[in-house]
């Protein structure tokens, strides 16, 4: 859920790591400087349709694998 999302970005920020990773992230993706400011806002934002239109230019039921791990189940 997004509060999840926008309450895991603080802890995430808590090591060098982890300020160097976001740092990365921000100059990989041109996310601009400005980005952690706004994160949360931008999260909120999200509507339940913009996550259903995404799905449905992105996933097609005809182009997945599924996998399962796991001991085999005996019956």
């Known amino acids: 859920n997004k509060a999840n999302f926008t309450g895991s970005l603080p802890l995430s920020l808590e090591t060098n790591e982890g300020v160097a990773a976001a740092i990365l992230n921000m100059e990989t993706f041109k996310?601009?400087?400005?980005?952690?400011?706004?994160?949360?806002?931008?999260?909120?934002?999200?509507?339940?349709?913009?996550?259903?239109?995404?799905?449905?230019?992105?996933?097609?039921?005809?182009?997945?694998?599924?996998?399962?791990?796991?001991?085999e189940l005996r019956r």
């Open 31 to 71: 996310l601009g400087l400005d980005y952690l400011q706004n994160y949360a806002e931008m999260i909120n934002a999200i509507t339940r349709e913009d996550v259903l239109k995404a799905a449905q230019k992105y996933l097609s039921p005809k182009a997945y694998a599924l996998s399962v791990a796991g001991p």
